[in-house]
């Protein structure tokens, strides 16, 4: 207790810019602060590295020990956090305020120098997994210790959304970054202690935290447990204090363990399960949208996921750019028959291709879809291929639907589009090709948001009639916390945030 | 004897090369492309493809295995491709939690399934020797997964005596090397049974009697020395299999061991750490046996080997 609380002083003497922090009474900030979390998460980390891994549990370790220049509400609005302020200059530049005052755990002022590390960096080393998001970015120009402006070689609108998922780091990490990422600092919340590979990571207050009140606890400790069942024991024995991916039917159990508290909230994510659109089945039109008249939503979401699911208006969920209401797709297996009989269709077979174990409940899934579907005449062949496997034989084009999903990260559909829409990037998945939709794709990577609404909306009203995919429902993220725990909020981007959460 | 102990390690040595070869190939030929498993679903084919050089995947084939081989002679078995660490590391780092389960699942296995047999034997037709084998038929026939949750929600959520899962102190050891043992003991109690009875009914026990040795010592010097070598084989063979890893146990108990790394690193096509925990634990394996083959001419001088 005494040891930070002396460096916090000795800190604070020597900052000015924390002046306003250091008028506030010291008795009153110790007593905000205290208690420690655990939390038990369902993927263990990989990695100390934020540019180094697209995992959403090693981001949510992460983001308690670097900040990015950008956040995330809960309900979709960017707000600042290492930029005080951002704006489009032009459709290919972008210029950022940075905070004054911040410092990094080893007591390195954050400036401009930290952002145009950090984006070189993740733009320039092709070995890290986010490399390929930055390679847009023309140049990353520092106007003054606080400014910052980033040119992009096409419209990147999506840029800020993209910043929420990347911490900054001190230019100090250059050349060293073995040692660095063995023990990393950040501006964030938490100061990294320790971590034991594949059990657990411990992190403790950092003190001079720039957002004066927070942490609201001394210590946070991350747990990895990958099976839910175990997850769940955990916390009922009280163990821990709040766990991800809670699959619908363990919610019951949950909910009547006194103590726990179950929570959800509609994710940033829709199922999608795409037709393989060079294969015969899916090349056909008519062919689509009878397997998509032909499956009941309602009775999946329904009794299958328990209610923990939402019905689609449209490929975008809800709170998302893009999302508009073009209205639940209907089950009419009268219909769907008739349309294939029309077509000629008979004994069509289709190749249901799952990523084993991927999605709560899929296999259960697939084989009432296989039901709904051979209802109207098409026999379904359920192949459930571990991971690795079912990618490979995606890439190959062997399947004619395939049962996926897409977490709409960061927040923006931009990825989703450009990946799966143009012909770039579905060559080796879809085979999605359509110059209309390239272009309106292209048109909306600008950083006007009316601008690019609008060409979403046209995007999704020409893929809500063409159906190259079927969207069966918007997931929803469930979590469990004990009931000493203050504040959380259930992140519909499946994070688990605790920066601002406290302990009774 | 010492031709015997060169004929033994260099064959241990092809065993191993022929592992490793093995590894390597099936590893590259299975399905799978380990840069798109690390890339999100939506990252570009041109990302793929880089990040696949990048890991030096598009070599050819003998190219890839010889340097492969060179770097493994130096002690270097690669870049983690998950990690981002050296492979080495990242399964030695798992090495305490599965050597100390190992250990004192073993440990549990010889204590019980040894005492077991011997009252089941002694004791034969004895209700001792009915729960015996009720034990016996349980601890073979439970699935590891069932029991494991079971003892889970008893000891940890029920009773709260232990943790439920996770890897600090002893007593998080308890339930995961019960859960493991509950096999072995098994297997070990009705083996040492089955052989002392068999060399309890045989002449210089009789012998041993007549002279006026006392039960205890005819039974634990006399018979359990004897009955002792069929039990080495098969604890040879579970010492191995559990250094290897223990999957089911470990991802029930959130345990960071050697089983559950491979299992994921297979999953992930992380190659060279799948090579690493296979060639240490192959390594293991065949030293432990060779161990156990030369550990029979001394605890039986009838056997020897030319």
């Known amino acids: ?504 | 004897m010492h031709a015997y102990v060169l004929r033994r390690v260099w064959q241990s040595a092809v065993t191993l090369i022929g592992v490793s070869i093995l590894v390597f190939v099936i590893l590259r030929v299975i399905p799978g492309d380990p840069a798109k498993m690390l890339l999100p679903e939506g990252a570009p084919e041109s990302a793929v493809e880089a990040l696949n050089r990048h890991l030096g995947l598009r070599e050819p084939l003998w190219v890839q295995y010889g340097i492969f081989l060179r770097s493994v002679v130096r002690g270097d078995f690669g870049q983690s491709f998950q990690y981002r660490a050296p492979a080495l590391r990242v399964v030695v780092e798992r090495v305490p939690a599965t050597i100390q389960l190992a250990l004192s699942a073993m440990a549990l296995t010889v204590l019980l399934g040894v005492s077991i047999g011997i009252v089941a034997a002694v004791r034969q037709g004895s209700a001792y020797d009915y729960a015996g084998t009720v034990l016996a038929v349980l601890g073979q026939s439970l699935p590891n997964f069932w029991l494991g949750i079971m003892l889970m929600l008893l000891f940890g959520v029920t009773l709260r005596w232990l943790p439920t899962s996770g890897f600090h102190g002893w007593q998080s050891l308890v339930l995961p090397s019960v859960t493991l043992a509950a096999f072995p003991t098994a297997l070990v109690a009705r083996l040492t049974r089955s052989s002392l009875l068999e060399i309890l009914g045989q002449e210089y026990i009789r012998t041993g009697r007549a002279k006026g040795l006392g039960e205890p010592r005819v039974i634990l010097r006399h018979a359990l020395k004897n009955a002792t070598i069929p039990l080495l084989t098969v604890l040879g063979l579970q010492i191995g299999t559990l250094l290897g890893g223990a999957v089911i146990t470990e991802s029930i108990f959130a345990w960071p061991g050697m089983g559950k790394l491979v299992v994921d690193a297979i999953f992930f096509r992380d190659f060279p750490v799948v090579q690493t925990i296979l060639i240490l634990s192959a390594t293991i394996f065949v030293v432990i046996n060779l161990l156990v083959d030369l550990l029979y001419t001394v605890i039986d001088p009838r056997i020897r080997y030319g």
């Open chain 1, 1 to 504: 207790m005494e040891n930070p609380r002396l460096s916090r002083r000795r800190f604070l003497l020597g900052s000015g810019a924390a002046l306003g922090v250091a008028a506030r009474p010291r008795a009153a900030r110790a007593q905000a602060r205290r208690g420690q979390i655990i939390a038990g998460l369902s993927e263990r980390m990989l990695t100390l590295d934020p540019a180094n891994h697209y995992s959403i549990s090693s981001t949510s370790v992460l983001r308690h020990v670097y900040d990015p220049l950008l956040d995330v509400t809960n309900d979709d609005k960017f707000v600042p956090a290492l930029a005080e302020s951002w704006k489009a200059v032009n459709n290919t530049t972008w210029r950022f305020t940075l905070r004054r005052g911040v410092r990094f755990h080893d007591g390195t002022p954050f400036t401009a120098d930290s952002v145009l590390f950090t984006l070189k960096r993740v733009r320039d080393n092709t070995k890290l997994i986010k490399s390929f998001v930055y390679q847009d970015i023309e140049e990353v120009r520092k106007d003054d210790d606080y400014t910052v402006t980033v040119t992009t070689k096409r419209p990147f609108g999506s840029l800020p959304a993209h910043l929420t998922m990347l911490g900054m780091l001190p230019p100090g990490a250059a050349g060293n970054e073995d040692a660095f990422f063995g023990k990393p600092v950040g501006t964030g919340p938490f100061r990294f202690v320790s971590w034991t590979h594949g059990d657990h990571v411990d992190l403790e207050a950092n003190a001079p935290y720039w957002k004066p009140s927070l942490p609201k606890v001394e210590k946070l400790t991350v747990r990895f447990i990958p099976e839910l069942s175990t997850r769940a024991a955990a916390l009922r024995a009280g163990e821990i204090h709040v766990i991800d991916r809670v699959w619908p039917d363990m919610v019951q159990t949950l909910k009547t363990t006194p103590g726990i508290k179950v929570l959800d909230t509609p994710a940033v994510e829709a199922q999608r399960w795409h037709f393989q659109l060079a294969r015969e089945a899916g090349k056909d039109p008519r062919v689509r949208h009878a397997v998509s008249l032909a499956i009941d939503r309602n009775t999946i979401i329904k009794e299958l996921l328990l209610g923990y699911a939402r019905p689609v208006v449209s490929p975008i969920p809800p709170g998302l750019i893009g999302h508009t209401n073009l209205g639940q797709k209907p089950y009419d297996p009268d219909k769907a028959r008739a349309i294939l009989k029309q077509a000629g269709y008979q004994n069509l077979t289709l190749d249901f291709v799952l990523m084993k174990d991927l999605y709560p409940k899929q296999l259960e899934i697939a084989q009432a879809v296989a039901a709904m579907l051979s209802d109207v005449g098409i026999k379904v062949n359920i192949r459930n291929l571990e991971i690795a496997t079912a990618r490979e034989q995606r890439t190959a084009g062997n399947y004619d639907l395939f049962f996926s999903g897409w977490a709409h990260m960061p927040h923006d559909p931009d990825w989703y589009f450009g990946q799966w829409f143009t012909k770039a990037g579905a060559e080796k998945l879809t085979r999605f090709s359509d110059p209309r939709v390239e272009q309106l794709i292209a048109e909306g990577r600008v950083p006007d948001p009316r601008m690019r609404q609008q060409k979403y909306e046209e995007i999704e009203k020409i893929l809500w009639e063409e159906e190259p995919e079927i969207w069966p429902y918007y997931s929803v993220a469930i979590y469990a916390i004990s009931d000493k725990l203050r504040n959380f909020e259930a992140r519909r981007d499946y994070y688990v945030l605790l920066n601002e959460v406290g302990i009774a």
